[in-house]
């Protein structure tokens, strides 16, 4: 077995146990089934694009690029417990490279990323059922989101997890920071209606684009902007893994 | 044959040498010894001969192969027990070992005998299924090295690796080394522990300050650094007068405070027993107890750093 292959084994055993499992699917059911039928008596239609969703739509398909970017905390996990507990010294003095043990990060983020979004993919079905618009560039887009959006930000939770040492400091930077994410973006509410200063600080927010990439595909709502918003996701994604590459790589000893 | 072979070896932090210019020569199939103080460079040897770090300077040879050309080529044929802990916090004992024989490419049916050999081998039939993160540091450690023999290897370094162990777990991991040792393995081990390196150890380098101080086997050191011996009498009854007597002998120290026991440290001991004996004789002293103590490798190891430190004062 290619040494990647064996570190991806490796990585998704000493990931998967019961709790990641439960924050992976019951968190995000919760704010599917709760939150998106409790708050329609308070949101009628939500706009987006060319068309109007109900609000648990718009959030279940919102839930899916969610679950992405929480799926991908398990790189920074991955590198800051190794870290903490001697295995990536343990490793890199075994048969493989910086470059492989990078590349099985990536590997895991991806296989984590779209197991994520096909979950909440099957379990939102029911409810976005009616708006879906199948189209030959559905799945296509919903892998390149899951792709992309894994390697986004399972870059940004390796950056973090290169730069700290203690778990507290680790732990209260990575919440700051998806917290942000996933509440200044448009997986919860539109960009409509909101005061500007926020709906700017949502297009600073990543997961902005990739749930609205996410909606297109479901929805069938392509447009320039969605293209763009595409582009964006592309070169964030390159430029961010290339400094987590360069961060692992000049981790010392 | 060499296994290891390092020639003006450095490694040096913003102008200070962790590693200065050390020439090592490990011929295959012994345990190798790499004793010295805290601080004196071992752990950073350790480092670059199994390529975790690139030196300032040199050259390495690992099992004929240029380390710092081609450390993955290294890294294949070598196993490595590092000084810190290393471990999968959720994982049990077993699974860890099993894993860790997957990570190394070890096909599964070897995989499954090799964990059965070492939960044997290294008695942890009673934690097996426990996590390692609810093992104590003890154990812990077992695991860390046991999971090291889930693969082959023709070369292994041991960093300190019977930190935490108590000492019945210790001697059987020395034992468990010796035999391992018996099938053509290369060890380098590192201790602090100075009789486990006189038990296990073929050859001794020490270090200190980055540098190499002393490499020759346990028994020429002892030639070497370890020709004062210790000899101890225990006399019956206090004598005032002793100490004055005492005092006339040449070519030793004696440690005699007017109590029971005298300590001499010389260099001739025989002769200088000979006087001892003689003089206690004369006196009609009473004599309940001697012994002759022989050169142990911590008293070579002190006066080894010892002198170095002189010399480099």
């Given at each position: 077995m290619h040494p990647v292959l064996r570190l991806v084994n490796r990585n998704i055993t000493i990931s998967l146990n019961p709790g990641f499992l439960i924050w992976q699917i019951i968190f995000p059911l919760i704010y599917i089934f709760v939150a998106g039928f409790a708050y329609t008596s308070l949101i009628d239609d939500v706009p987006f694009e060319n068309t109007k969703l109900d609000y648990p739509t718009y959030l279940a398909t919102g839930m899916i690029g969610f679950n992405i970017m929480n799926s991908t905390l398990i790189s920074g996990i991955i590198i800051w417990n190794d870290r903490r507990h001697g295995m990536f010294e343990q490793i890199m003095a075994g048969p493989f490279t910086r470059t492989d043990y990078i590349l099985s990060n990536i590997c895991t983020i991806g296989i984590v990323g779209i197991l994520s979004a096909t979950i909440i993919a099957f379990v939102g079905y029911p409810i976005f059922f009616d708006s879906i618009e199948f189209s030959i560039f559905t799945i296509p887009i919903l892998i390149f989101a899951s792709i992309f959006g894994s390697i986004l930000f399972g870059s940004i939770a390796s950056i973090i997890s290169t730069r700290l040492r203690s778990s507290e400091g680790f732990n209260v930077i990575i919440n700051t920071v998806f917290l942000f994410f996933a509440f200044v973006s448009?997986?919860?509410?539109?960009?409509?209606?909101?005061p500007e200063p926020l709906a700017t600080a949502f297009y600073l927010n990543p997961l902005t684009y990739l749930v609205d990439v996410i909606r297109a595909g479901i929805?069938?709502?392509?447009?320039n902007f969605i293209i763009i918003e595409m582009i964006v996701l592309i070169v964030l994604a390159i430029g961010l893994f290339s400094i987590a590459t360069r961060l692992l790589t000049k981790l010392d000893f | 044959m060499s296994c290891i072979t390092t020639n003006s070896l450095s490694k040096s932090y913003d102008d200070i040498?962790?590693?200065?210019?050390i020439n090592l020569d490990v011929r295959s199939g012994q345990v190798f010894g790499f004793l010295g103080p805290n601080g004196a460079g071992k752990s950073t040897t350790i480092k670059l001969l199994t390529t975790l770090i690139q030196p300032t300077g040199g050259s390495i040879t690992i099992l004929g192969t240029d380390a710092i050309k081609h450390p993955l080529k290294v890294r294949n044929r070598i196993g490595v027990v590092l000084q810190q802990p290393s471990y999968e916090?959720?994982?049990?004992v077993e699974k860890s070992l099993e894993k860790y024989g997957m990570m190394w490419n070890v096909d599964r049916k070897q995989r499954r005998d090799k964990v059965e050999e070492l939960i044997e081998s290294f008695d942890l039939q009673e934690i097996r299924k426990k996590k390692n993160e609810d093992l104590s540091i003890g154990q812990r450690r077992r695991v860390q090295v046991a999971r090291e023999f889930m693969h082959e290897m023709e070369l292994l370094f041991l960093d300190e690796p019977t930190s935490g162990l108590d000492p019945s777990a210790r001697r059987k991991l020395l034992d468990f080394l010796k035999n391992k040792v018996k099938t053509g393995l290369t060890i380098f081990y590192t201790t602090h522990v100075l009789t486990e390196a006189e038990y296990l150890c073929d050859k001794i380098a020490i270090i200190n300050k980055g540098k190499i101080i002393a490499v020759d086997s346990p028994d020429e050191l002892k030639n070497r650094f370890g020709n004062e011996k210790t000899i101890k009498i225990h006399i019956a009854g206090i004598q005032q007068n002793l100490l004055n007597l005492l005092a006339g002998i040449q070519d030793c120290k004696i440690d005699f405070n007017s109590g029971t026991n005298i300590t001499i440290h010389s260099n001739k001991s025989e002769l200088v027993l000979m006087e001892v004996l003689q003089l206690l004789n004369k006196n009609n002293v009473i004599i309940e107890d001697l012994s002759a103590m022989p050169t142990n490798l911590e008293e070579i190891f002190i006066k080894a750093v010892n002198d170095s430190n002189a010399s480099s004062a």
């Open positions: 448009t997986a919860f509410y539109p960009v409509s209606g909101t929805f069938g709502t392509f447009s | 040498a962790a590693v200065d210019g916090p959720t994982l049990t």
